[in-house]
């Protein structure tokens, strides 16, 4: 099928921080460059940390374009970590509490091309890209075949995944007690998982996947997916979500002064 029938059919939920004006402008672009995707989805619906109070800007913003969609203030931001697996639960959530089927799940700095409504994927009931570094091809000796045969570490920033097949996504008590646990340390660096191992929004997102036994389906094809690992391999990148690289007509897009490579 078309990916362009599945998102006619899903919910985008997407996630963000913001704290000025420049955020909120750098988002309308954002939202003006992914528009006539967006358009295809059923529902938009958008959970947002702050550092300022820019909520009415926030509302204003994504009303001006969807004025159905739904806005979900986050109470708390718990910083980088807890920050994001809290807004990914919020958009999870409200999908489970409205019955719905589908969810893709974004995020407010990932853009996309009208390409990828052309895109023809199989059956699954999760669709993804996987995330993969430098260090993590490490451990495969750089050995491209078991990596493809092996590592399942989805990237947590665009996917889509059957609702309807899930329990939870991010266990919140053990967010919490987690929470309280990094809160207690003398100078805590910020990076939580060299504290705790396995404490990952991915590792999260591939425990859903696991535990709910869904199947899954790469949205990167593999004659892509090796020239990816190379790229990777020969520039020592050791970052797994890709950022400011356009795959498939997705791009990660954090750094919006700097150029995007496509491959």
Same mark, same amino acid.
Request: hydrophobic letters at 35%; proline letters at 3%.
């Given at each position: 099928?078309?990916?362009?029938? &599945?998102?006619?059919?899903? !919910?985008?939920?997407?996630?963000?921080?913001?704290?000025?004006? %420049?955020?909120?402008? *750098?988002?309308?672009?954002? *939202?003006?460059?992914?528009? &006539?995707?967006?358009?295809?989805?059923?529902?938009? !619906?958008? /959970?947002?940390?702050?550092?300022?109070?820019?909520?009415?800007?926030?509302?204003?913003?994504?009303?001006?374009?969807?004025?159905?969609?739904? &806005?979900?203030?986050?109470? !708390?931001?718990?910083?980088?970590?807890?920050?994001?697996?809290?807004?990914?639960?919020?958009?999870? %959530?409200?999908?489970?509490?409205?019955?719905?089927?589908? =969810?893709?799940?974004? /995020?407010? %700095?990932?853009?996309?091309?009208?390409?990828?409504?052309?895109?023809? !994927?199989?059956? /699954?009931?999760?669709?993804?890209?996987?995330?993969?570094?430098?260090?993590?091809?490490?451990?495969? %000796?750089?050995?491209?075949?078991?990596?493809?045969?092996?590592?399942?570490?989805?990237?947590?920033?665009?996917?889509?995944?059957?609702?309807?097949?899930?329990?939870?996504?991010?266990?919140?008590?053990?967010?919490?007690?987690?929470?309280?646990?990094?809160?207690?340390?003398?100078?805590?660096?910020?990076?939580?998982?060299?504290?705790?191992?396995?404490?990952?929004?991915?590792?999260?997102?591939?425990?859903?996947?696991?535990?709910?036994? =869904?199947?899954?389906?790469?949205?990167?094809?593999?004659?892509?997916?090796?020239?990816? =690992?190379?790229?990777?391999?020969?520039?020592?990148?050791?970052?797994?979500?890709?950022?400011?690289?356009?795959?498939?007509?997705?791009?990660?897009?954090?750094?919006?002064?700097?150029?995007?490579?496509?491959?």
């Amino acid at each position: 099928m078309l990916l362009k029938e &599945l998102i006619n059919k899903s !919910v985008y939920g997407t996630i963000g921080y913001i704290k000025s004006q %420049d955020d909120i402008d *750098i988002l309308e672009s954002y *939202i003006l460059y992914n528009l &006539l995707v967006l358009k295809e989805f059923k529902q938009i !619906v958008i /959970a947002t940390n702050y550092g300022s109070p820019f909520q009415i800007q926030n509302s204003q913003l994504w009303k001006k374009y969807f004025p159905e969609c739904v &806005l979900i203030d986050s109470r !708390v931001n718990r910083g980088h970590n807890h920050g994001y697996t809290d807004l990914d639960n919020l958009v999870f %959530d409200w999908c489970k509490e409205n019955n719905e089927e589908w =969810l893709c799940k974004g /995020a407010n %700095d990932v853009i996309f091309n009208n390409s990828i409504l052309e895109k023809e !994927v199989g059956d /699954a009931d999760f669709y993804y890209m996987n995330g993969i570094g430098y260090g993590g091809m490490v451990k495969y %000796d750089f050995d491209f075949n078991r990596i493809i045969n092996e590592d399942f570490y989805p990237q947590t920033n665009f996917y889509f995944i059957n609702i309807s097949k899930t329990d939870f996504l991010n266990d919140k008590t053990f967010l919490n007690e987690t929470y309280q646990f990094i809160q207690s340390l003398p100078n805590y660096n910020g990076r939580i998982w060299e504290y705790l191992q396995g404490w990952s929004c991915e590792d999260f997102l591939k425990n859903c996947i696991e535990r709910n036994n =869904l199947t899954k389906y790469h949205l990167l094809p593999e004659k892509k997916y090796l020239y990816l =690992l190379q790229v990777i391999k020969d520039n020592n990148i050791h970052d797994c979500s890709h950022k400011n690289i356009m795959i498939e007509g997705i791009c990660h897009f954090p750094y919006n002064e700097q150029p995007i490579i496509e491959i």
